[in-house]
């Protein structure tokens, strides 16, 4: 093998270390991106608005506080609790409760002054839970007759951390492995923003079809800006990727770029044996 090949072999391996980087940062750095409300009146207030985290019931303490939801629905969809559980310390970090924010949805009403929310009232959707004004924005979608947020994608956000432990793994064995297939390693987790994409439109369409009769507001079932503005009744809404989109798009570049790079070197270097 002459040092070309192994040069870009090696290159191959920095890029796949950067990738991790990225992808390791989506899962801890929350805490560095966490919105603060400008009408919060304290530190409690604006903690207040970055506590929705609800992972399997196994893994919170006895002795949590819960309360029973009121709608038989949102029963159906929960069970029978709903956990207020917010975790701290390295234990936070390793169930997924410090994900970055990877979607930016506003929502602009006459309620809400320009001069305080310039762009509407935020929310932010991490990998496992949601941050900003999400009980305005429950609120709002009631008027609508839209399910509450927590509803959505229970099972996908609550197995994001061993998702996340497989990435890892693969991409440990992407640096040692080289028999067939051996693109797969990453390739998979390469694609990690699309598949967010992907499951955030579904769930979108999800809301957006499954409205209920008590909104104030009888709109037709309809589809949910998935990107870009809109408007539903007298909102109007807006939907833009936010800074852990741009990290999971980092990693997918990076991982694109070290497959090929890696094929191409591994190609030539069989042609050479």
């Known amino acids: 093998m002459n040092d070309s090949i192994k040069k870009r072999l090696r290159l191959s391996n920095i890029l796949a270390v950067l990738a991790m980087v990225l ?6 750095l ?24 609800q992972p399997f019931a196994f893994l919170i303490p006895d002795g949590t506080e819960f309360y029973a939801p009121s709608s038989a629905h949102l029963k159906s969809l929960m069970g029978e609790k709903i956990w207020d559980y ?15 924010p990877v979607w930016r949805v506003s929502l602009e009403a006459p309620q809400y002054p320009k ?14 839970d949601w941050s900003g004004k999400v009980n305005e924005m429950n609120t709002i979608n009631h008027y609508i007759g ?18 996340y432990l497989l990435f890892f793994i693969m991409l440990v064995i992407y640096f040692f492995y080289k028999g067939p297939g051996w693109w797969l390693l990453g390739i ?7 598949y967010y994409l992907l499951f955030y439109s579904k769930w979108l369409y999800w809301f957006g079809h499954n ?32 800074i852990g989109f741009y990290f999971l798009l980092g ?22 044996t």
């Open 146 to 163: 839209m399910d509450p947020m927590e509803v959505g994608a229970i099972f996908l956000r609550q197995i994001v951390p061993f998702v």
């Open 115 to 128: 001069a305080a929310f310039p762009d509407g009232i935020p929310v932010f959707f991490n990998l496992t």
């Open 23 to 28: 992808l390791l940062g989506t899962y801890t």
């Open 86 to 100: 917010f975790p701290t310390g390295l234990y936070a970090y390793l169930i997924g409760y410090k994900t970055m």
């Open 188 to 194: 998979i987790p390469a694609f990690l923003p699309w």
């Open 251 to 272: 990693v997918f570049i990076l991982l694109i770029l070290s497959v090929l790079i890696r094929r191409k070197a591994l190609k030539d270097a069989a042609s050479t």
């Open 211 to 242: 409205l209920h009769p008590y909104g104030a507001f009888k709109i037709k079932p309809f589809m949910p800006t998935v990107f870009g503005d809109g408007k539903v009744a007298q909102f109007t809404t807006h939907s833009y990727p936010t």
């Open 30 to 53: 929350k805490p560095l991106f966490e919105y603060r409300d400008p009408t919060a009146m304290d530190e409690e207030d604006a903690i207040e608005e970055n506590e929705s985290f």
